[in-house]
């Protein structure tokens, strides 16, 4: 699918808003935590009928870059997933350049802890004061090719150099069970990290890879199923910290505090930024 995301200037006060332009009557979505419909395998804003998802790698840029306003042309239901990080918006926010406006940050300044945990999953997410917007997220999927991560954003100002490049990434153990949901169709393994670490036959190895246009790989193998090195030895730990900051811009307003994320997920972070909306 050919899809092709526009960031528009918008005047003050007007936030992230994202207008299907493919739609009849071009329906426009606040992109705001409560308008978040799905967070199965990424977060999904809808109204109505209009829906779009993959929306956190490019909301993580804007918030970034301390963009408060923008108007998100989009002609199809879902934000490119281009090389699977937000790199390529940072890129394309640097050529068209930013303007101040008049008005003032409308800060959410934290005064106090606020958490919020899923006892099912071992999730939990707290935001401690802080003078600035910081970030630390711990991974943990119990896996002996991917141990435990964490990474961290202490500065703002970091984030093009040290996270926009992290991708996502996937276990060889979910792409078959979506494939044989029939949720995925395969597709090139530039836009993710794939992990292998439970052994699968050789039969279902070479199909794979041919679905997901891999070169061949031994089954007995264990490791990493990509055309691409990883960035950082962390870089799913990196990417999951970029997920975080795309779903809390749809707060709605730049934030000064801590996060604190252990095993994150788009489902909690949701929770969470519905909880900072209140």
């Not at 200037?9 to 936030?15: K, L, S, V, Y």
């Not at 963009?67 to 640097?94: C, T």
């Not at 090195?229 to 000064?256: S, T």
Request: glycine share 8%; net charge negative; hydrophobic share 40%.
């Amino acid at each position: 699918m050919d899809l092709t995301v526009t960031f528009c200037p918008a005047p003050e006060n007007h936030g992230y808003k994202i207008r299907r332009v493919d739609m009849e009557g071009q329906p426009t979505i606040d992109a705001v935590a409560e308008n978040v419909i799905e967070t199965t395998r990424g977060t999904v804003l809808g109204i109505g009928d209009a829906r779009c998802s993959t929306i956190e790698h490019g909301l993580s840029a804007l918030y970034a870059f301390g963009i408060d306003n923008v108007l998100i042309q989009v002609d199809g239901p879902e934000f490119p997933i281009l090389d699977g990080s937000a790199a390529p918006y940072v890129q394309k926010i640097h050529e068209a350049g930013i303007s101040e406006q008049n008005a003032d940050k409308n800060w959410l300044i934290i005064t106090e802890p606020v958490e919020i945990m899923d006892d099912s999953t071992g999730s939990h997410i707290t935001i401690l004061p802080a003078d600035d917007f910081a970030v630390s997220v711990t991974i943990d999927f119990n896996s002996k090719m991917m141990p435990i991560q964490t990474a961290t954003l202490r500065d703002i100002n970091d984030f093009e150099k040290e996270f926009s490049a992290a991708r996502t990434f996937v276990f060889v153990r979910e792409i078959e069970q979506l494939l044989a949901l029939g949720l995925i169709k395969g597709g090139d393994l530039d836009n993710a990290i794939v992990i292998y670490e439970r052994q699968t036959t050789q039969e279902s190895m070479d199909k794979l890879c041919q679905l997901t246009k891999a070169e061949w790989h031994d089954a007995t193998k264990l490791g990493y199923i990509q055309h691409k090195p990883l960035v950082w030895d962390n870089e799913p730990a990196r990417h999951k910290l970029l997920d975080i900051i795309g779903d809390i811009a749809l707060v709605g307003r730049p934030i000064k505090g801590h996060i604190v994320a252990t095993k994150p997920g788009h489902t909690i972070n949701n929770r969470f930024a519905r909880l900072l909306r209140g």
